[in-house]
C-alpha cells in the first residue's frame, strides 16, 4: 500500500527510537555501535531501524566496509514540511482570529474602567 | 510499539487516502459519503480510514447518528510540526551556507572582469 515516498517517509518516522536515532545525527555522522548505546536493544534491532531508514532515504551509510557511518539526510524531511504547509495556514489563520477575539476582549474591557 | 501519540499520527498520516481525506477536510466538515466520493474504495474501506483517523485525533465526527460529519483537527499535525522544527534549522543553514558559496562564487567571478 504505502509505496509513494512521503508514506514511507512517515512510516519509517512513525516509531520513537528512529525518531531518536535521527536526533542523535543532528550532531554528526555515527556508527551502528554509537547509535546503538543510548538504547535498552540490540545491535541487530539498531541495524533494522537503520535499513528503514536507509529505505526511507533518512539516512545514507559510508562505504567504508569497517566502519559504515550514518549521515543524516534532510531531503525527505524537507518533503514532509511542505506536505504541513497548507494546514500550518489552518492554524494560523485560527491563531489569527484568536488574536483578534483577545484584542477584542480587551478593548471591551477597558470601556468600563473608562466610564469609572 | 508505536504508542505514544506522535507515531500514533505519523503511522496514520503515512497513507496517501487518508492524506487525501484531510485535504478534503481543509474545506469543512464532510460526510462519510462524501468524502468517499472521489476514491475507487468501498464506503466500509473509507470508514477503516476514518477510524484510524479519529483514534490519532487528526479527525472528530459529530454526534448525529444520521449524519455524523467528520471535522479536521489540527493539534496533532501542529505537534509533527513542531518535531520537525529542528530539522527545519538544519536545512536552514545548508541553505544559507549554499547562499554564502554562491555569493563568493559570484564576487570571485566579478574579480577577473575588474582586472582586463
Do not use: N
Not at 536493544?41 to 526511507?56: M, Q, Y
Not at 494546514?87 to 476582549?105: A, H, I, K, P, T
Request: hydrophobic residues 40%; positive net charge.
Amino acid at each position: 500500500m504505502a509505496t509513494d515516498q512521503l508514506s514511507t517517509t512517515l512510516s519509517a518516522l512513525a516509531d520513537p527510537t528512529r525518531r531518536a536515532i535521527l536526533a542523535r545525527l543532528t550532531s554528526g555522522e555515527a556508527s551502528v555501535t554509537e547509535l546503538a548505546e543510548p538504547f535498552e536493544i540490540s545491535l541487530p534491532a539498531v541495524s533494522r531501524h537503520l535499513k528503514v531508514l536507509e529505505r526511507a532515504g533518512l539516512i545514507v551509510r559510508g562505504r567504508d566496509a569497517q566502519w559504515r557511518p550514518c549521515r543524516l539526510e534532510t531531503a525527505p524531511l524537507q518533503e514532509v514540511d511542505e506536505w504541513l504547509m497548507r494546514y500550518r495556514r489552518l492554524w494560523d489563520e485560527r491563531l489569527d482570529r484568536l488574536g483578534d477575539y483577545l484584542e477584542w476582549l480587551q478593548a471591551d474591557g477597558r470601556k468600563p474602567r473608562r466610564r469609572s
